[in-house]
């Protein structure tokens, strides 16, 4: 019986063109790099040109007698930074805004987190409760702050109006030290923000591990402390840590609460209680017209921020549960 001849096999050219998608696909892992810089060039020309040049700029000034209006500033090394420890409004202006930051930052933090949990139950119209808590977060710090001045004005303000009625008298907001917890509440009443952050780990949360807690016999109390808290951590510990730079950082609010009869927001009208450390360097710039001293004074406030954040960092290891090791890589 006749055996049917194999066929030859084919001579593959090795010249001939790939299919066009392998060829795409071998042009984009030839030029991978080149395209990753190109994507990322817009946020390298934005890194360079609004914070490390603004920033080297800035520590130059600080070196500096610069006025920031006239081109006669003389360099004066570390002037600026001695003028610091000696000046006895830059200790008192650091310790308001130690304390307004121990009081803002748990207290945010926690009232988002319980308003998370709120809205996180399946009640009807959760919708749009989640929709209302977060609305403040949206108004803008400047209109909020001059709503809060009207509230709380001492002649026509809505809330010595209600106490009046009640039979109270009125009180002076405005001035110290009842106008520090204005601005606390200031700061309070846009929470929203952070509990969008606290509701998205609160659903990460496997249900799994809540169920089986409860078999066990665990209570809503210990099912919270040792299975939600440890999984959310991480989100907390984010909103901890945003929120001491961000508190650090305050001065809008401080100089549009405080009385001014000019009718212009001034750091000069600020009350001692809210005399926050930023409120100083913004009057030490803007109103003396001190911008190599503002410019030192900036450059402490980055550096304590760092060795604050590093410190969080740092003690947060043994209380922050991730579900994969930050320092090992996968």
Not at 97 to 116: E, N, Q
Not at 194 to 218: F, H, N, T
Request: some cysteine.
């Amino acid at each position: 019986m006749p055996v049917a001849a194999s066929a030859p096999p084919r001579h593959v050219d090795a010249t001939q063109s790939p299919p066009t998608r392998q060829r795409r696909a071998r042009r984009w892992v030839r030029y991978r790099t080149r395209t990753f810089y190109a994507f990322v060039a817009p946020w390298l020309f934005g890194l360079c040109g609004l914070t490390l040049l603004p920033m080297a700029y800035a520590l130059w000034l600080s070196f500096t007698n610069s006025d920031g209006f006239s081109d006669s500033a003389r360099f004066i090394g570390l002037e600026n930074y001695r003028q610091i420890f000696r000046d006895p409004l830059v200790l008192h202006s650091l310790g308001r805004t130690g304390l307004f930051t121990v009081v803002v930052v748990p207290l945010s933090v926690i009232g988002s987190l319980l308003l998370a949990m709120l809205i996180n139950r399946p009640v009807r119209g959760r919708g749009f409760f989640r929709t209302l808590f977060y609305l403040p977060a949206v108004v803008p710090s400047v209109a909020a702050a001059l709503a809060w001045k009207l509230l709380f004005d001492r002649d026509s303000g809505a809330v010595n109006g209600v106490l009046v009625t009640l039979g109270g008298g009125p009180v002076a907001w405005l001035q110290d030290p009842a106008v520090f917890y204005v601005l606390i509440s200031l700061m309070l009443w846009a929470v929203g923000g952070g509990m969008i952050i606290s509701l998205a780990g609160l659903q990460d949360v496997p249900r799994e591990l809540q169920e089986a807690a409860r078999v066990d016999g665990a209570g809503p109390w210990r099912v919270f402390r040792h299975v939600t808290v440890p999984i959310i951590s991480p989100v907390l510990l984010f909103q901890v840590v945003t929120g001491v730079i961000g508190a650090l950082q305050t001065y809008v609010q401080p100089i549009l609460v405080a009385p001014n009869p000019s009718g212009v927001p001034s750091p000069s009208s600020v009350s001692p209680g809210n005399d926050l450390y930023v409120v100083h360097v913004f009057s030490q710039g803007f109103s003396l017209g001190r911008f190599g001293y503002a410019s030192a004074l900036l450059w402490l406030l980055f550096l304590v921020i760092l060795l604050i954040t590093l410190l969080i960092l740092r003690l947060s290891k043994s209380l922050v549960f991730y579900n994969v090791n930050p320092d090992k890589e996968s």
